[in-house]
């Protein structure tokens, strides 16, 4: 399997922040990267697929990079409503798997 | 607008067989387009991809359940159904059904997920 790693763990921002998150893959991956958002007792949803293309309604302070193993998630000028739990997933190969998640706190 | 909606019996006791629903609404299960799947979720083990099954029946499971999941389609009633047997505590989890684009993976519509707990 391949193994999924995101740093940091959690971090502490304000609003009007820029945020970086990372993802690392175990091996390359390609352009296979996807990121979600997690607000507590919802389901994830789609921020960004293939790397760097935003899903339908995703605001453009959103923004992903990477390629082969090393991807980030970028979040432009943090907003109140972006404070969540971001993971990562890997679609290059099954079975399909995921970051352990980033926590975006309120500093 | 896709929509899905996990439905299952409750709480399962150990050693028994976990059975969960995915009633969707706003698309037919009988198109190209989705793979229809499950993933849960745990505060340990974080999330998890189970499986997935396509329109033609095809199925795809997560190598580490493989030999106790079981995934299908009811195109009649527009739903899909999880089976996971001899249950423990460690698949105490949140369930989610999932809809998956075809050409890149990426899970695009989730159920609001489930929570099952296994009890002895």
């Known amino acids: 399997d391949i193994q999924m790693t995101q740093s940091p763990s959690s971090l502490s921002a304000s609003v009007g922040d820029r945020v970086t998150i990372t993802c690392r893959a175990s091996?390359?991956?390609?352009?296979?990267l996807n990121w979600y958002q997690q607000k507590p007792g919802k389901a994830p949803q789609l921020v960004i697929y293939?790397?760097?293309s935003l899903h339908s309604g995703v605001p453009s302070r959103f923004s992903g990079s990477g390629s082969g193993t090393g991807f980030t998630l970028t979040i432009r000028t943090l907003q109140p409503e972006d404070f969540a739990t971001y993971y990562c997933q890997q679609s290059y190969n099954s079975p399909w798997t995921f970051g352990q998640g980033t926590r975006v706190e309120v500093k | 607008q896709l929509q899905l909606q996990e439905s299952g019996p409750g709480p399962v006791k150990s050693s028994e067989t976990l059975s969960l629903t995915c009633i969707v609404s706003g698309s037919s299960l009988n198109v190209g387009n989705y793979y229809w799947g499950w993933i849960r979720q745990t505060p340990g083990k974080g999330l998890e991809w189970i499986g997935t099954?396509?329109?033609?029946?095809?199925?795809n499971y997560n190598p580490s359940l493989k030999r106790r999941v079981s995934i299908s389609l009811d195109p009649s009633k527009n739903q899909f159904s999880l089976r996971l047997s001899s249950v423990t505590a460690t698949d105490t989890a949140v369930y989610y059904c999932?809809?998956?684009?075809?050409?890149?993976?990426?899970?695009?519509?989730w159920g609001p997920g489930t929570l099952v707990t296994v009890s002895s």
């Open positions: 999932a809809s998956l684009g075809v050409a890149t993976i990426t899970i695009d519509n």
């Open positions: 099954i396509y329109y033609t029946g095809s199925t």
């Open positions: 091996q390359s991956i390609s352009g296979n």
């Open positions: 293939d790397v760097s």
